[in-house]
């Protein structure tokens, strides 16, 4: 067993973090251009108009916008075989309830897939990732609304027509899990709970109306492009119970019930035990209308895409918490971190790809990964990244282990921001991830210059090996 001869090797960004052009081409406000950094300083009222004057990080972002062609180059130029990015929902449908899409903003889109095409790069596209229409969320009350599936099914069908035999790769909403994981899902699902409403309720009323669109979004691509294959896209917290003792057993179990009530569905097409228990567990109730349960039936992906950065721990006496991509968890004493406290541990991505091809038996898609790291500019303009190529390397040699030993199916490997761009959790630009830097600080100063560091030249002979040379020289 090794790599598959046609693995996905690429990178991965989010309309958000990564074009700008935040009003161009008739582009409505997401949630996202309305406050000013990361998924941390959500709020507990919704932010809901752009204030003169303040910085927000999505607006220009690093202008993928207008740079999509030298972008694109240097991603050629690495290889890439394929390359996620999400659109923007709101320069498809700015309001997101009308009927008719917004042309400039396909044509946008147009312009990208071409592009990418052009160099025998296969577009994989993320249909909702952390943007969703402000008109949706305060217009609407979000997906409180059931209207909401309707909306994003109108979305989906014009994207699926429009880009039909040029997109293979789909996946319907990013790290779809958080929604239920997080206190307030404001990127997720454009939810901040109120005082007055039954959270438990909502909680569930929303991941139902999530799930039945991206079933239905499922349904959809199938019947409008059978050859193109979609996926759902999770975050995987692989999690440890902190000891031996039985009960950090059951706790480490129960804490992934969120995580698991999300692929169980769009795997297996039903609410699972795992998704009925955890009802019960929050005593939560939710409607269902008569269609839900064959449309969750029929409208179960190909693949499995996730997301993995780090592993936590679960037990009865955690105490110590680090940081963590959205999902926070237990300390490792084990581990070591980012400075942003998130633990590093390829074998907790080794366990992420048996666990999930164990339960589901479904190819799987890596579709983020990645470090962020504060990167120096040396005086002659070079960028020595040896800690990026240590953690990519040693998870791309856990991914290898996956395959070669313990015979998963991968699909790919599409590591975060392969071009630095905002960061989702804290708005910053110092946090970078890519194998080519952008002249941008956290305050929007800079010249958005490109410049590729160390790394990019050793991404670039891990695909040519497909993997198999993984040394920093
Ligand atoms: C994931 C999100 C991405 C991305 C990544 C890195 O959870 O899907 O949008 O941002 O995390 O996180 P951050 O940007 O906070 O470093």
Known sequence: MKFRTDFLWGGATAANQFEGGYLEGGKGLSIDDVYKGGSATVQRVIHDKVIDGEYYPSHVAVDFYHRYKEDIALLAEMGFKCFRFSIAWTRIFPRGDEKKPNEAGLKFYDNVIDELLKYGIEPVVTISHYEMPLTLVKEYDSWRNR????????????LFNRYKGKVKYWMTFNEVNCTL??????????????????????????????????????????????????????????????????????????????????????????????CTAYQQSINGHFTMETGDEAILKEGVVDYIGFSYYCSRVEGVH?????GGNMLRGGKNPHLVATEWGWQIDPIG??????????????????????????????????IIDDYRIEYLAAHIKAMK?????????????????PIDLVSAGTGEMKKRYGFVYVDKDDLGNGTLARTKKKSFDWYKKVIATNGEDLSNI
């Open 401 to 417: 282990d996956a395959v070669e030993i313990d015979h998963v199916d991968l699909m790919g490997y599409t590591p975060w921001g």
């Open 181 to 274: 994981g997080l206190v307030r899902p404001y990127l997720q699902a454009g939810i901040i709970y109120r005082d007055d409403e039954n959270v438990a309720d909502v909680k569930l009323q929303v991941s139902h109306h999530l799930l039945v669109a991206s079933a239905l979004a499922v349904k959809e691509c199938h019947k409008i492009d059978p050859d193109a294959k979609i996926g759902c896209m999770i975050l995987y917290p692989t999690t440890y119970p902190e000891t031996c003792d039985p009960a950090d057993q059951i706790v480490a179990r129960d804490v992934m019930a969120t995580t698991y009530y999300y692929s169980d569905v769009m795997v297996r097409g039903r609410y699972t035990n795992v």
């Open 147 to 158: 209207k909401l599936i309707d909306f994003f099914h109108n979305y989906c069908k014009v």
């Open 349 to 382: 991505l080794r366990m992420a790809l048996n666990n999930l091809y164990d339960r589901y038996q479904l190819p799987l898609f890596i579709v983020e990964n990645g470090m962020g790291a504060v990167d120096n500019v040396e005086s002659d303009g070079s």
């Open 318 to 322: 955690v105490t110590e918490y680090t």
